[in-house]
């Protein structure tokens, strides 16, 4: 199994909602990440859990809030969002980080968010 | 500085002909990877190749091919055969060995293919 799944696909939130994104593995991996992409751009990292602990935070705003409840979960706590934020978010995981160069990254779907 | 340059914006290429899409990068490691992605309109990247930075030999998964040139710090994917299903947009990426840096993954600004029936 090398599915890496998002849930859900689709979310449209006002800026004054609380909502979360979901993403799930069964690979064993203990990295995980999650990306921003805007359309026709290359995903932008925004944060890496290495073996269910924090290890980058890349000067994301604190409206995107993320967690970790095990090593096969990853959330998204989204809240006070902007429209500027709406973006495709895809998570991904990889075997881990510890500076092995031919470790892949597995992407999810994506989540695409809009922001009204 | 930007680590990973993909000059090619947008590229066009007949079925069944082959393509090449450019991607040059720039690191002082001496270890480091190279991958490339392919991300249909659906959204989800695709893992297409890898080439390491020690491998002497250029990387190939059927019809992907890695021209792999160290000293020029270049890392073409070649396509051959192209076939519709292909048209996507691809991004060259990179992961330097920095330990517990989160193993971060660069990307490029990516090429949009588009195959020609």
């Known amino acids: 199994d090398t599915e890496v799944t998002q849930t859900p696909k689709h979310l449209v939130m006002g800026m004054t909602n609380k909502k979360s994104l979901k993403c799930e593995q069964h690979m064993g991996h203990r990295a995980m990440y999650w990306y921003k992409q805007k359309a026709k751009k290359p995903p932008e990292l925004m944060f890496v859990?290495?073996?269910?602990?924090?290890?980058i935070n890349e000067s994301v705003p604190s409206r995107f809030s993320p967690e970790c409840p095990n090593s096969s979960l990853l959330n998204l706590h989204l809240h006070a969002l902007q429209p500027e934020d709406s973006a495709l978010y895809l998570c991904?995981?990889?075997?881990?980080?510890?500076?092995?160069?031919?470790?892949?990254?597995?992407f999810g779907q994506g989540t695409r968010l809009t922001v009204v | 500085a930007q680590k990973i340059t993909q000059t090619q914006p947008g590229m066009f290429v007949q079925e069944k002909e082959a393509v090449t899409l450019d991607c040059t990068y720039d690191t002082s490691d001496q270890s480091y990877g190279l991958f490339w992605y392919k991300q249909p309109s659906s959204g989800e990247m695709i893992f297409l190749i890898y080439q390491g930075s020690y491998d002497e030999q250029n990387a190939t998964e059927g019809r992907y091919s890695l021209n792999f040139q160290k000293a020029r710090k270049s890392a073409n994917l070649v396509i051959s055969a192209s076939q519709l299903g292909d048209s996507a947009m691809y991004f060259c990426?990179?992961?330097?060995?920095?330990?517990?840096?989160?193993?971060?993954?660069?990307f490029g600004q990516g090429t949009e293919l588009s195959v020609k029936p």
């Open positions: 991904a995981s990889s075997q881990d980080d510890r500076g092995h160069v031919n470790t892949e990254a597995f």
């Open positions: 859990y290495s073996y269910e602990k924090l290890s």
């Open positions: 990426a990179m992961r330097e060995a920095v330990y517990n840096q989160g193993g971060k993954l660069i």
